[in-house]
């Protein structure tokens, strides 16, 4: 195997559309990057697995299955079934990562549920106090992407907790996303430093005096119309609102798409423009297409861990494969250390105000 080839590891039989959807994601994927990119540990029921395989000869070529027994279904509550997940197709793949087998894991299985596995088989990074979920959202002109973090992990954040997120998406925007120096903004609801609750407005009031330590452009408080302006790279919120941004913009796309088809249908004029505009419709679509970031991942552990939507089709998961590749070539995490590291000094501020209160 080639030493650039990534292993990475796949929850084959998560998601509504597993494992299928799965198999054909890993086939685009194989198809647009090359068989020479990556070598897919595949973790599931051997007997449906392997039959399927016949009809994907170039995913055959370049996988391994791992056979599992046990599921994890979308409706399983975490406290029930974290003690008995041991023989999960979902805490095997994460265990792969941990035992150093693979790079990276990829799955579409319960959120809730992959979040705990994932914390507890990979820990988290020393300096970080929690894990965030990730990803990048459209932004601007379409030709951008905004850093949204956490998506959905905590829903009750302190200001240690979203201090370190802050460090975990400007380090995220700048090696994944190529922002140098990117603008960080925390969600709120006005960006006056007099809006928002005390948790927000403490927060703010370090940062801002410590403005010229930080390793990113801090550009205080902004707003939700902000999130796809393009006027901010990383925004950092607790989880559960950054779970309704996250569905806002993700049903936003799907509005516009809808108004498109609804509207080129309606009179012959409109269906000969579409014909004209065909190609700049096409870029639209691509860009805001929850599809084409497929992938959210949990910043902050000792291993990459993403989750794909629980409806993902091949295309969604050919694109989280390849987030997965782009991560597992990155030294993300030495640069989590180094910033968490040169920051300490901000961190230990917080804690003592924290404990003051």
Known sequence: MSDTKKIISVDAMGGDHAPGAVLGGMNQFLYQYGEDTAFFRVFGNEKILRPMLKKFPRVARNCEIIHTEGVISGTDKVRDVIRHAQDTSMYMAIKDVREGNSSAVVSAGNTGVLMALSKLALKTVDGISRPAITTMLPSGNGDTRVVGLDLGANVH???????????????????????????????????????????????????????????????????????????????????????????????????????????????????????????LFKRLKNKIDPRSYAGAVFLGLNGFSIKTHGNSDALSWSNALGYAMNLSKSNFYDQIRERTEKLSNIKEEIKKLETAE
């Open 157 to 279: 954040c302190d200001e240690e907790i979203l201090f370190d997120f802050s460090i975990l998406g400007s380090v995220y925007a700048e090696i994944i996303g190529g922002m140098h120096r990117p603008r960080v903004g925390i969600l709120n609801i006005g960006a006056e430093e007099t809006k928002g609750n005390e948790t927000l407005q403490r927060l703010n009031k370090i940062l801002t005096e410590h403005i010229d330590e930080l390793p990113y452009e801090y550009i205080g408080f902004v707003e939700g119309n902000d999130v796809t302006s393009g006027n901010v790279q990383v925004v950092v919120t607790d989880g559960f609102t950054g779970n309704v941004m996250l569905k806002t913009v993700e049903g936003t796309a799907k509005m516009i798409s809808r108004i498109v088809k609804a509207n080129y249908k309606r009179s012959l004029i409109a269906i000969l423009g579409t014909f004209f505009l065909v190609h």
